[in-house]
């Protein structure tokens, strides 16, 4: 807490938290890469369970969204945590922001455990007509923590104490 204490009295957190521009400036970068990036998202984890794109061979789907998947997240990390860093304390507080790092640490393992498992071997199953039950099941998860975190985030902004 003390490092929360000590972000929240720098002069960063202070602009943020004070600015009129900053904080809203930041929050539609947030919103507006969150839409981008659960756009690939969801194209690639409804591929994955077979439940759309049947047709297109996972590996190429892979490579034509993974730059604007990757981008999108790493914008979204950057303005997450310059919200963050506006009230790291308020933040912190709150049961949403707690379950949101958790769920976001998940989705991150659950990329981990698909690309040391099933996805190492995605040339041997990219064109088949069903996708192995492993795949189908890192999409799924995938699914439910990313409507999950976006659940959670909104319920950040609801808990949090007014300005």
């Known amino acids: 807490m003390s490092f929360l204490a000590w972000l929240h009295d720098t002069s960063f957190s202070v602009t943020m938290r004070d600015s009129i521009w900053a904080e809203p400036i930041v929050e539609t970068i947030h919103v507006l890469t969150l839409t981008v990036f659960l756009g690939f998202v969801l194209l690639l984890d409804l591929r994955l369970p077979d439940l759309a794109m049947r047709r297109r061979r996972v590996s190429e789907m892979f490579e034509q969204l993974n730059p604007g998947l990757f981008g999108g997240f790493a914008?979204?990390?950057?303005t997450g945590l310059l919200l963050f860093s506006g009230d790291p304390v308020a933040f912190f507080s709150t049961l949403f922001f707690k379950l949101k790092m958790i769920m976001l640490v998940v989705a991150g393992l659950n990329v981990l455990l698909f690309n040391f498992t099933v996805g190492r071997r995605l040339d041997e199953w990219d064109a088949a007509l069903r996708t192995p039950w492993g795949a189908k099941a890192a999409g799924i998860a995938?699914?439910?923590?990313?409507?999950?975190?976006?659940?959670?985030?909104?319920?950040?902004?609801?808990?949090?104490?007014?300005p």
Request: hydrophobic share 70%; charged share 5%; no cysteine.
């Open 75 to 78: 914008v979204m990390v950057v």
């Open 142 to 162: 995938s699914l439910v923590l990313w409507i999950a975190i976006v659940a959670a985030g909104r319920g950040i902004a609801y808990t949090l104490p007014p």
